[in-house]
Structures are given as C-alpha cells and as structure tokens.
C-alpha cells in the first residue's frame, strides 16, 4: 500500500514536469512574436533548458547518494515552484530564459531521484516500473498541447500555465513530504566523497553503460526536439498552432500507449531485443511520414513512428541500472546526462535549421538519430554480457 502511495505521487509529479518541459514547445510561434525573437534564439533558451537538465544530472545522483534522495528531490522541487513564478512574471526573454535553465535544474534533479527511489522501492519488477512512472511524464507532456490550445481558443494569457504547474508542485511537495516511507527516510551513503568519485568512474567504463548513454543521447536528443519543433514544422506547412498542437497531443497519447506495451513486453523479451526491434520501426515510420505529402497519411504515420518510439531510453536506463542496483542514483546521472547532452545539441540545431535552411530540418536530424539508433542497439544486441540478453 505504502509503495503505492509513493508511486502515485511521483507519477503525479513527473506529469506536472510533462506539463512544464513540454508547454513552451507548442507555444515556439507564439513566444517568438511576443518576445520579438528570431526562432534560433528560442531554441538557444531550449538548448540552455537542457543544459540545466545536464547540470542536474551530473552531481544530483552523487549528492543524493551522499546527502539523501529525499533532500536533493526537496531541493529539486522547491527550484520548480521558484522557477515557475519566475515565468509566469517574466517580462523579457532574457528573464524568461533564465527562468527556464532554472526550471532545466530542477527537472533534471526530481527525474534523477525519483527514478532512484522508485527503483529502489520496486526491486523486483524495475523495468516494467520505471517505464510505466516515466508514462507520467508523457500524459503531462500530451495534456501541454492540449492546454495550449484551449488557451489561445478561450484567449488566456499562456502565463497562467506556470501559475498553475508551481501552485500545484506546492500540494504535491506537501503531500510527498508527509508520506512516511522508508525510501523517503533520506538514507545517505556511508562513503565519502572520493570513493563514490571512483565509482562512478567504474560505471562511465562498462560498455553496456556507455552504450546505453549513447541510446539515450540519441533518444532524448531526438524525442524532445522533435516535439519542441512540431507545431513550428506544421505552421509551415499552414496548420495553424490551435490544430497542431492537437495533433501533437494525440501522438504524445499514442507515445503513452507505446510505453505501457513496452512496460508489459519488457517482462517477457530481453531489454536488448526490443531496443532494436522499436527502433528499426520508430525510423521506417518517420522516413514514410516524411516522403508522403497527404497530411492525414502524414500524421498516420507520425502515430506510428511515436508508438514505435516511446520507451527507448526508458528500457535503455532499466538495463544500465541492472549492472548495479546498488548505484541507481549514480546510474541514473550518467545515463540522463548523456540523454540531456543531447537534448542541447538537437535543440539548438533544430532551432538553427528552422530558422536559417527549413522547417522541415527537424526531420533531417531526427531521421539521422534514429538511423544512429538503429546501429547503436543492433551493437548492443551481439554484446556478448548475461544481463539483459
């Protein structure tokens, strides 16, 4: 019942971080005209966004080992509320972005540990777990479009957006705070500093590690770009942003649908097979949607690329973790520090090419990912290791 009780809250607070991560995507055109800013700088404030999600995941693994996953997720959550007032009451870009690498630092930091301490509560059934916790991110990345567009449909500032994630943050922080559980007794680890530097020098040297770093790199780099940049490929295509981000939306649902599958599969087939096999068809449905012209046929496809794509870097994660249950903190860092290096990187080219050569460049660097994928978990696969054939 405890256990529960704490996955719950944690689902409901990766969705409130859905929420947040994934708003200011939909509102790119939006933000763009109000601010008064060309389409590269806003992927420059992304890319600074995934910088701070970095920051986060190099040291907050390390320090909730050493001072307690509870008190760095406090830590965490208190960023949130802090750098969401800070939006709602931005009144240029240059606060508003430094806001937003604020909130980066926070949401790297509450992913980090809460995946930790959900891995350290569900031992047994990890995998299928920890993909169905990160599903709470993606219903409230799904829930940004749509309240976006009812937003600008009823004509509301997007400001209250922020207003409502960090009032909500504040119950939710509440709630975690008084729920008496033994992951949330902030058990700190007996070793000093040094030696859990050498450890994870140790973990950064297994090759299953590194590569499922590199799945995740690709992964997060690809999957949060291409999400940021969906409404501005549609408006070129004259899908107004109130339509568009109904369409993200329903792929961003599908992506959920696509994880729970994943969540259950992950318990009969091996990590490894189904890393391969999801991204074989994650790229032959995207290059189809990218080839055909018809939009109906182009979404079809999109829904299938996202169904296909969803749960990648989640499984990729549950098998690094299985290296060393012991060093789940740790391990968490590593392989979301890879994923948001990516996440820089994409940002800012997707908002390069779509501000300097097309809009359809989204797709050039995400079907290029997914081709990296595809080689990266076809390597993995014929790694000769026990764990996770």
């Known amino acids: 019942m405890a256990n529960r009780k704490l996955f719950t809250l944690f689902f409901i607070q990766l969705f409130l971080l859905g929420i947040g991560g994934s708003v ?18 806003v992927g420059t404030t992304l890319s600074l966004n995934a910088f701070g999600l ?4 190099v040291f907050s693994g390390i320090l909730s080992e050493r001072f307690g996953k509870k008190n760095i997720f406090s830590l965490g959550s208190i960023l949130f509320t802090v750098s969401f007032l800070s939006l709602y009451f931005s009144g240029n870009y ?24 959900i891995s350290d509560s569900f031992n047994l059934n990890r995998s299928s ?19 976006v567009s009812g937003l600008l449909f009823f004509d509301i500032s997007w400001r209250y ?38 450890t994870n020098r140790g973990l950064f040297s297994s090759i299953i590690i590194i590569f499922c770093g590199i799945i995740s790199f690709l992964h997060f780099g ?57 991204s074989i068809l994650a790229f032959v449905f995207l290059f189809t949607s990218f080839l055909v012209d018809h939009l109906i046929l182009k979404v079809f496809f999109l829904l299938l690329f996202n169904f ?42 997707a908002g390069y090419l779509s501000e300097n050569i097309s809009a359809s460049g989204i797709f050039y660097t995400s079907l290029s990912a997914l081709f990296l994928l595809v080689l990266f978990t076809s390597i993995l696969r014929m790694y000769p290791r026990r ?3």
């Not at 604020?102 to 980090?112: P, R």
């Not at 989640?314 to 290096?341: D, V």
Request: with cysteine.
């Open 161 to 198: 957006i922020f207003l409502f994630a960090a009032s909500a943050n504040v119950v939710l922080f509440i709630l975690i705070l008084l729920l008496k559980h033994e992951s949330l007794g902030n058990k700190k680890s007996s070793e000093n500093f040094i030696n859990l530097l050498s």
């Open 308 to 349: 296909s794509f969803s749960g990648i870097a989640t499984i990729a994660l549950s098998l690094a973790i299985k290296q060393k249950p012991r060093y789940s903190g740790s391990i968490n860092s590593i392989i979301n520090s890879y994923g948001f290096t990516g996440t820089i990187i994409f940002q800012y080219l």
């Open 222 to 278: 690809m999957g949060f770009s291409f999400g940021a940049w969906f409404t501005n490929y549609f408006e070129s295509l004259n899908v107004p942003v109130s339509i568009s981000s109904l369409i993200l939306s329903l792929n961003l649902f599908v992506f959920c649908a696509g994880m729970l599958l994943q969540s259950s599969l992950v318990s009969k087939f091996s990590e490894k097979k189904l890393m391969q096999l999801f």
């Open 54 to 57: 970095l920051v986060a995941s």
């Open 94 to 117: 240059v606060l508003f972005t430094i806001s937003y690498l604020v909130f980066g630092i926070s949401w790297g930091t509450i992913v980090i540990n809460s995946n930790s301490i």
């Open 129 to 147: 777990i920890i993909i169905r916790l990160n599903i709470g991110f993606l219903l409230g990345a799904a829930f940004a479009p749509l309240i």
């Open 387 to 389: 764990t996770g054939k």
């Open 24 to 41: 200011v995507g939909p509102l790119i055109p939006i933000l763009s005209d109000s601010f008064k800013v060309d389409l590269d700088i």
